[in-house]
Structure formats: C-alpha cells, structure tokens
Nanobody, 125 residues
C-alpha cells in the first residue's frame, strides 16, 4: 500500500502565498507523474499543475505565472508554491501520484494512481 499525505493548506489573504507539500510513502518502486488538483465548492475537480519524473511541468491557464510545482525525488515529495493568491483559488487541493508499486512475491504493479485526502486552501478578499 502507498499513502500520500499533504500539508501546508490554510487561510491566507488575497495576494499572499502558501506552499503545499505532499509526501508519498509505502511500497514504491518508482514514482512517475505527480500533480496537484483542486475542487472548489460546487465545481468539478480540475488539474492545477503536473510534473513528470523528468521534471517537465504543465499548468492550468488560471495559475500560470503564479504557481510553481516542483519535486524532490529523493524524498518522494511534490511541492506547490502558490503566490499572488486570489479568492478564486479557494478550494480543497489534492495530491496525485502515478507510480509503480511493489506488490507481494516480487510482483510490480505499474501505473497505479494514488490520491491524498486533500488540504483546504482559503483565500480571503
């Protein structure tokens, strides 16, 4: 089994910054893509930012130039630096990891998706 644990959410005023972290632990063989998603009240979950194992990144248009995703492969951790926050950024932010998982008896499960429980980010105006 693999667990993803997020941290760093909270309440911040518009224009402020927050840094989210997400650490994966468990029987991990290799982590492929890691990403951050968010879901605001009454809205569908949307991709915020994605980073591949090679370090390539992709951002939602709404956060380009304000958010930066990065990862520390040695720590199995992905970060989301959020600057110039807006009230529209208020949402539950969830971490996703696509990884290759070590199973029993030497079996490796490839391309398994795991999710964290989410962390609430609230931006006040």
């Amino acid at each position: 089994q693999v667990q993803l644990v997020e941290s760093g959410g909270g309440l911040v005023q518009a224009g402020g910054s927050l840094r989210l972290s997400c650490t994966a632990s468990g029987k991990i063989f290799r982590i492929n893509d890691m990403g951050w998603y968010r879901q605001a009240p009454g809205k569908q979950r949307e991709l915020v930012a994605l980073i591949t194992s090679g370090g390539s990144t992709n951002y939602a248009d709404s956060v380009k130039g304000r958010f930066t995703i990065s990862r520390d492969n040695a720590k199995n951790t992905v970060y989301l630096q959020m600057n110039s926050l807006k009230p529209d950024d208020t949402a539950v932010y969830s971490c996703n990891a696509n990884l290759d998982e070590r199973g029993q008896l030497g079996v490796t499960w490839y391309g398994v998706d795991y999710w964290g429980k989410g962390t609430l980010v609230t931006v006040s105006s």
